[in-house]
């Protein structure tokens, strides 16, 4: 099990940056334990069950339904990603970029 520790930071932003964004101060970091040589070991019904999900997404992966939905599938996480990151492109905005790269590569 990891651990929670105090630790100090010394800002060097000089300008920029909001004050309270530029100040030093200490924060609570948790930092977890090294993973590298910690073995897995996973029950058989567990093995069984993450076989069945291989076996079930190699079988979705391999339907010709996906490759008409895959345009979608691919906006679509590629919004989500946008989310976390903090820009959230409207739908319009981004009907309006999918015709604009259609037209770009017909000519």
């Given at each position: 099990m990891g651990q929670w520790v105090t630790r100090s930071w010394q800002s060097t932003h000089e300008g920029g940056l909001r004050r309270r964004d530029r100040r030093s101060g200490e924060y609570v970091?948790?930092?977890?334990?090294p993973l590298v040589g910690v073995g897995l070991a996973l029950?058989?019904?567990t093995e069984g069950l993450a076989a069945q999900a291989e076996a079930r997404a190699r079988a979705v992966n391999a339907?010709?339904?996906l490759?008409?939905?895959?345009r979608f599938l691919l906006r679509s996480e590629a919004i989500a990603s946008s989310r976390i990151e903090g820009i959230a492109p409207s739908?319009?905005?981004?009907?309006?970029?999918e015709l604009g790269s259609r037209r770009r590569s017909r000519g």
């Open positions: 970091a948790y930092v977890p334990d029950t058989p019904d339907s010709p339904d490759v008409r939905i895959g739908a319009h905005k981004i009907a309006l970029a």
